[in-house]
């Protein structure tokens, strides 16, 4: 069964810190792989996405994320964090027609 | 602008009463989802439906039901069988289950 794994639960960065979310999926091919990001009471923003080719995908805000086969992990990274990204995010597997998310993981940013 | 749009924001139910959320998408998707959000426990899928006139459960479908007389539309009912309603409620769509998903603003519901 396809399962999305973020290990962390909340992560607390100083402003201008890097920032490293780990997102671990359990899927028999390569699926294709999303993060997403959630202020609260909003829905969910997608931040980038990995269907194929490079391994490395750029998306919104600064943020990129990249897809490691052999650890099945697509973990999301900045290089300086701001205070705006404090934020929920949610890491998420596409597959036979379906969407399977992670349980997310709470960014705090501190001054 | 095309987007989803769920309503209303906030809705207020007595306890044994049905209740629907409206979920419209404007960007011609072929699919679409509701999910379940609690505190800690990330998005749970409730329905989803990949063309007009058919859906399928999802992993928490119990006490709920939905239908898709229209492409752009996928109201939710929760029912009074579903015996621990309040919850933050998200409605997605997308051209199909593979390509990224949109979701709405979602509607918080709260069973009094």
């Known amino acids: 069964a396809q399962s999305v794994t973020q290990p962390d639960i909340h992560i607390t960065v100083s402003e201008g810190a890097s920032l490293e979310l780990r997102c671990n999926y359990s899927?028999?091919?390569?699926?294709?792989l999303f993060w997403y990001v959630q202020s609260p009471g909003q829905g969910l923003q997608l931040l980038l996405k990995?269907?194929?080719?490079?391994?490395l995908v750029q998306g919104i805000k600064g943020f990129e994320a990249e897809f490691k086969r052999s650890q099945s992990s697509f973990n999301l990274r900045k290089p300086s964090v701001h205070w705006s990204d404090a934020a929920e995010y949610f890491c998420a597997v596409g597959a036979q027609n379906q969407f399977y998310f992670g349980t997310g993981t709470s960014l705090t940013v501190i001054p | 602008d095309g987007g989803i749009t769920q309503s209303p924001k906030y809705l207020f139910r007595k306890e044994g009463q049905n209740v629907t959320l409206s979920c419209e998408q404007n960007l011609n998707h072929d699919a679409m989802y509701w999910y379940r959000q609690d505190p800690g426990q990330g998005l749970r899928l409730i329905y989803y439906?990949?063309?007009?006139?058919?859906?399928q459960k999802g992993d928490i479908a119990e006490g709920y039901s939905v239908s898709r007389e229209k492409k752009e539309s996928f109201p939710l009912t929760v029912t009074s069988a579903q015996k621990n309603p309040t919850a933050f409620y998200l409605c997605a769509s997308s051209f199909s289950g593979d390509t990224e998903a949109f979701f709405g603003q979602g509607t918080r519901l709260t069973v009094v």
């Open positions: 990995y269907f194929s080719g490079d391994t």
């Open positions: 439906s990949q063309i007009v006139n058919d859906f």
């Open positions: 899927y028999g091919a390569t699926p294709y």
